[in-house]
Nanobody, 122 residues
Framework: QVQLVESGGGLVQAGGSLRLSCAASGRIFSIAFMGWYRRGPGKQRELVAAISSDGSTDYADSVKGRFTISRDNAKNTVYLQMNSLKPEDTDVYYC????????????????WGQGTQVTVSS
C-alpha cells in the first residue's frame, strides 16, 4: 500500500555533509510522523530525528546541532541534512513513517524504508 524510498546515502569524509531523502508513495491521505533511525551499536534501531506534520522536531542528543530534519507534506517527503559528519555516524539509516492514513483503509499503520548506507571516513 505504502512504499518509502530513500536516497542520498554514500561515502563522505569526516566533517563533510550528506542529505538523505525519503519519499512515501501510495494512496496516502496523511502522515502524522516521519523520521530517521539508524541501527546503532547494539544493532537496535535508534531514533536519529523525527518530525511531525506540524513541524515539531525531535533529535538524538548525539546529532543535535549537526543534523536537521525537514519535510514537504505535499510531497510526503522527509529530508535529513547531515553536517559535520563523524565516523561514528557510519550506519544504515532507515526512514520511518508513523500513523499513516491510507485512503480506504480503516487503520493507521507504520512503514519502514529499505535503508541507506552512510559511511564516514576518518
Amino acid at each position: 500500500q505504502v512504499q518509502l524510498v530513500e536516497s542520498g546515502g554514500g561515502l563522505v569524509q569526516a566533517g563533510g555533509s550528506l542529505r538523505l531523502s525519503c519519499a512515501a508513495s501510495g494512496r496516502i491521505f496523511s502522515i502524522a510522523f516521519m523520521g530517521w533511525y539508524r541501527r546503532g551499536p547494539g544493532k537496535q534501531r535508534e531514533l536519529v530525528a523525527a518530525i511531525s506534520s506540524d513541524g515539531s522536531t525531535d533529535y538524538a542528543d548525539s546529532v543535535k546541532g549537526r543534523f536537521t530534519i525537514s519535510r514537504d507534506n505535499a510531497k510526503n517527503t522527509v529530508y535529513l541534512q547531515m553536517n559535520s559528519l563523524k565516523p561514528e555516524d557510519t550506519d544504515v539509516y532507515y526512514c520511518n513513517a508513523k500513523d499513516v492514513r491510507v485512503v480506504g483503509f480503516p487503520v493507521n499503520l507504520a512503514y519502514w524504508g529499505q535503508g541507506t548506507q552512510v559511511t564516514v571516513s576518518s
